[in-house]
């Protein structure tokens, strides 16, 4: 049985990580959060999954915790990974960033700031892609993509509840699709 870890950040609304619970089960055997208040925390133990709280401060305990799965699925953390976990989990770690990668990624690209860009430059479409983790932001292979229109009248919040709904589907598609044929 393959193992799963997901690391969620300090906005912790946590949709992807459910999404992930909800098809991997017990297959995920952490999710780790960087303090208890946030609502994902609160979702992920209504689950009944196992939860660890690591400070950003303590990143050989995210490397310690991280030890034990064979995959390492980020969903909303926005630091760089420590080494370690890149080195330990060759291309088993992932990520999920709300834009068609490589156009709006980077530093400083996550949340409203991607769909505000996006909206600016006119696109007529977005979506979002599961791409595999490097040591920077949102460079690493993409393994899935799905799109959406971008419609005339969408805000960054309208354009971000059809990208995210995209999101919850592909993020499991791509680790399914991983696990079953790597
Ligand atoms: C998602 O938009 C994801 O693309 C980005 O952070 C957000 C996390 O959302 N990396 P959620 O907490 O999974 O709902």
Excluded at 8 to 30: P, Q, W
Excluded at 50 to 78: F, K, M, N
Excluded at 99 to 121: E, I, N, S, T
Aim: glycine share 8%; proline share 4%.
């Amino acid at each position: 049985m393959q193992t799963i870890g997901i690391v969620i950040g300090g906005k912790g609304r946590g949709s992807n990580m459910e999404a992930l619970i909800r098809a991997f089960g017990d297959c995920v055997r952490v999710v780790v959060a960087p303090h208890e208040n946030l609502p994902a925390v609160d979702r992920a133990r209504a689950l009944c999954a196992h939860v660890e709280i690591v400070q950003a401060t303590e990143p050989e305990r995210l490397v310690e915790v991280l030890s034990h799965v064979d995959w390492v699925c980020l969903a909303g953390y926005l630091r760089l990974l420590p080494l370690e976990v890149l080195t330990s989990h060759p291309g088993r770690v992932l990520n999920i960033h709300p834009a068609l990668l490589p156009k709006f990624g980077g530093k400083g690209m996550y949340g409203h700031h991607v769909h505000d860009a996006v909206l600016a430059a006119g696109e007529e479409e977005s979506g979002c892609s599961v791409h595999f983790v490097t040591e920077h932001y949102d460079e690493g292979a993409v393994i899935l993509q799905k799109r959406c229109a971008v419609l005339s009248d969408d805000t960054s919040e309208s354009l971000a509840e059809r990208v995210l709904a995209l999101e919850n589907v592909a993020y499991v598609e791509a680790l399914r699709s991983l696990i079953d044929h790597g």
